[in-house]
């Protein structure tokens, strides 16, 4: 064997030992990002919460969301929709959906509203919630002004007849859902919320909500657990 082609050999092997320990080191960076794990009553935790599915569920699905936030309104008509079928309709688990005001004003007054039109009618706060999101501009940008009172108003008369316009244009006045909105901070400080959405399956944090895969495989696991 010459000389060279030995250096050659000790520069693979070293190159493929560096590569080995870089993958090594990303993969145990990431399982540990993806095992953040909360601790979470989730027959207690949500309480009054809007939620998806039964509420009996094993497994519960938290989204933290805020109406103001394109990636927010991506997952609700593009994950939502497959999460629900999967695992929602079957009973196998709930999705709640709490609050995240981080795009100020605009994010407060859906949410007010949409706390609201829960309290009246459960039901119908579904429909509220998903015809927010469509309203939500498409390639919004942040500072583009989308949400106000009336166009909210506008949204409950298209869409929620059973809604009464009038006790809920007082109760967006009155912020009367506003205790509701410090409980659902009270979670995103709980689960250290910096984007949105967050996702979380029985108390572990997704590092990204738009793994599917991750999500399946974290609601298998847990009904697994509860076997
Ligand atoms: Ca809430």
Known sequence: ?????????????????????????????????????????????????P???????????????DYKCPSCKYWTENIFPQLKQDFLDSGKAKL???????????????????????????????VFHKEVYAKQPEQTNHDSNWVTKEVLLDIAKTHTP????KKLEQDIDNQTAKPQLEIDNTLVEKFKV???????????ILED?????????????????KK
Do not use: C
Request: charged share 20%; net charge negative.
């Open 1 to 49: 064997m010459s000389k060279s082609s030995t250096l050659n050999r000790k520069l693979v092997i070293f190159t493929t030992v560096i590569v080995m320990l870089m993958l090594g080191l990303f993969l145990m960076t990431n399982s540990q990002k993806a095992a953040q794990t909360v601790a979470v009553d989730n027959q207690k935790e949500f309480e009054n919460q």
């Open 51 to 65: 939620f998806w599915g039964n509420a009996d569920a094993p497994v519960t699905i938290v989204e933290l969301g």
């Open 96 to 126: 709640v959906y709490v609050n995240v005001l981080f795009h100020g004003e605009e994010s407060t007054l859906a949410s007010l509203a949409a706390e609201s039109v829960f309290a009246q009618d459960p039901e119908a706060y579904k």
């Open 162 to 165: 059973s809604i009464d316009l």
């Open 194 to 204: 910096e984007k949105t959405p967050t996702v979380v399956v029985n108390g572990t």
């Open 209 to 225: 909500p738009f793994d599917y895969d991750m999500i399946t495989s974290l609601v298998n696991k847990a009904l697994e657990g």
